[in-house]
């Protein structure tokens, strides 16, 4: 039986790459836009140890960073920050029910 794809699987799926970065601080393999992010966070839902929706955001821009993919155009370390600054909450707001019922 074919076990559940890992945050990481989902996250090289999504860029197209067969695998991370050997150097994520110097060398990119993709970019994802937030959106895309979140949905993979509510797909791994039950997975994640993370309470909150932005938690779990933070969680995966964690992932996306260690294996060397931008979101936004940006190192997922400063989407986080803005995360904290609330500068994406209105993107989050859209996925808050898909959250709670996942």
Do not use: C, F
Not at 4 to 13: I, N, R, S
Not at 45 to 70: Q, R
């Amino acid at each position: 039986m074919r076990t559940k794809p890992t945050v990481t699987e989902l996250l090289l799926k999504a860029v197209g790459a067969s695998e991370p970065s050997g150097d994520p601080a110097h060398k990119s393999i993709g970019d994802l836009p937030l959106e895309k992010i979140i949905e993979i966070v509510i797909e791994k839902k039950p997975d994640l140890l993370a309470k909150t929706l932005k938690g779990a955001v933070k969680t995966v821009l964690g992932s996306a960073k260690s294996i060397g993919i931008t979101v936004n155009g940006k190192d997922p370390k400063i989407v986080s920050r803005e995360l904290d600054q609330g500068l994406y909450d209105d993107i989050l707001s859209r996925y808050e029910d898909a959250w709670i019922k996942a």
